[in-house]
């Protein structure tokens, strides 16, 4: 089944513990993105990877790394954790040859920041 | 980035159609039209999408205006389970290409 896949689907954490959120997809494609859905403000794109070892700035990078050391995998990072960074997260992935098709979200990470 | 505008919610009974309407006045000619839906709890999931023609799928229809510049989706037979937050998307892939950008979307309630 295709599908893409985050974990863990719920955390809790304190100021400034570094985390990392893993999403892995099963599509073999090249673009995956992680986005952040806050209330009020819909989702917004964090980082994106066009292929592996390709990352970029989405539209709210500010506290967040990422990495693409292999094409399924693309982990969001939190080095220094803050309460405003409490969110739901979603990882989404898409082929690279079908950009104007289906793109394929995750389950969601819920995180709260204490 | 272009903008789309909906209605924030709408309510419809179960087993009769549903049109969602969307409204992109400043579309490019090369947006894609798309549209997700967000069950509660769940991430985005497709639904449908298109350029010029309007299009079918086993989930919904979409219905493109001719001057491109609104849209409707259409549910024929709403069931509980099409409750969801549903979004229209333009997409344009030449910037930051895979970007959706998603505004507030219409809640759609379906009464039994």
């Known amino acids: 089944e295709a599908q893409v896949t985050q974990n863990p689907r719920y955390l809790i954490t304190v100021t400034g513990k570094k985390l990392t959120v893993t999403c892995s997809q099963n599509?073999?494609?090249?673009?995956m993105s992680w986005y952040r859905q806050d209330p009020g403000l819909g989702l917004r794109q964090i980082y994106y990877?066009?292929?592996?070892?390709?990352?970029d700035k989405g539209d709210v990078p500010e506290g967040y790394k990422v990495s693409r050391k292999e094409k399924r995998n693309f982990p969001l990072i939190l080095e220094s954790p803050s309460p405003n960074q409490t969110s739901l997260y979603f990882c989404?992935?898409?082929?690279?040859?079908?950009?104007?098709?289906?793109?394929?979200f995750g389950p969601g990470t819920r995180l709260t920041v204490l | 980035d272009a903008k789309t505008t909906q209605p924030n919610s709408m309510e419809s009974n179960e087993e009769e159609p549903v049109h969602l309407p969307c409204n992109h006045s400043?579309?490019?000619?090369?947006?894609?039209i798309h549209w997700y839906r967000q069950l509660p709890s769940q991430g985005p999931e497709y639904v449908i999408h298109?350029?010029?023609s309007n299009v079918n799928n086993r989930m919904a229809s979409l219905a493109i205006a001719e001057d491109r510049k609104s849209s409707t989706l259409i549910l024929h037979r709403a069931t509980l389970r099409d409750a969801a937050v549903y979004y229209c998307?333009?997409?344009?892939?030449?910037?930051?290409?895979?970007?959706?950008?998603f505004g507030k979307g219409t809640k759609l309630s379906v009464k039994p």
């Open positions: 989404a992935s898409i082929g690279l040859a079908e950009m104007h098709n289906e793109q394929f």
């Open positions: 599509m073999n494609h090249e673009y």
């Open positions: 990877s066009m292929n592996v070892e390709v990352t």
């Open positions: 400043t579309i490019s000619g090369t947006d894609y």
């Open positions: 298109g350029l010029t």
């Open positions: 998307i333009l997409g344009n892939y030449g910037g930051s290409q895979g970007n959706l950008i």
